[in-house]
């Protein structure tokens, strides 16, 4: 079992940044993938970043460039770096972990374990 902790999450300007964190129960060394991802009202969740144990990384288009996922796993935490914020990048943002699974484009199904979520909203 993992319990995925989220924090980091609030409001901030267009242009501005935010880092998202994502504290672990246990160790995440042998935790294979973990990605963030976000949801909008209305809309699916959808993939923002994911991240392999050896450091690989994969963005959806609507980030790349402007965010930046990372993994420290002295700390057992994964962040999100955000910056360059958009109103379009609002959403409740969550962490998911795949300790089996290795790869950067796993779907939602392949992840066991998720956290409850941060919100975050970008004003114009």
């Known amino acids: 079992q993992v319990q995925l902790v989220e924090s980091g999450g609030g409001l901030m300007q267009a242009g501005g940044s935010l880092r998202l964190s994502c504290v672990a129960s246990?160790?995440?060394?042998?935790?294979?993938?973990m990605a963030w991802y976000r949801q909008a009202p209305g809309k699916q969740r959808e993939m923002v970043a994911t991240?392999?144990?050896?450091?690989?990384?994969n963005y959806a288009d609507a980030v790349k460039g402007r965010f930046t996922i990372s993994r420290d796993n002295a700390k057992n935490t994964v962040f999100l770096q955000m910056d360059s914020l958009k109103p379009e990048d609002t959403a409740v943002y969550y962490c998911?972990?795949?300790?089996?699974?290795?790869?950067?484009?796993?779907?939602?199904?392949?992840?066991?374990?998720w956290g409850q979520g941060t919100q975050v909203t970008v004003s114009s």
């Open positions: 998911a972990a795949a300790p089996l699974r290795a790869g950067l484009l796993l779907t939602p199904h392949e992840y066991d374990y």
């Open positions: 246990r160790s995440i060394s042998s935790i294979y993938t």
């Open positions: 991240i392999t144990g050896i450091g690989s990384t």
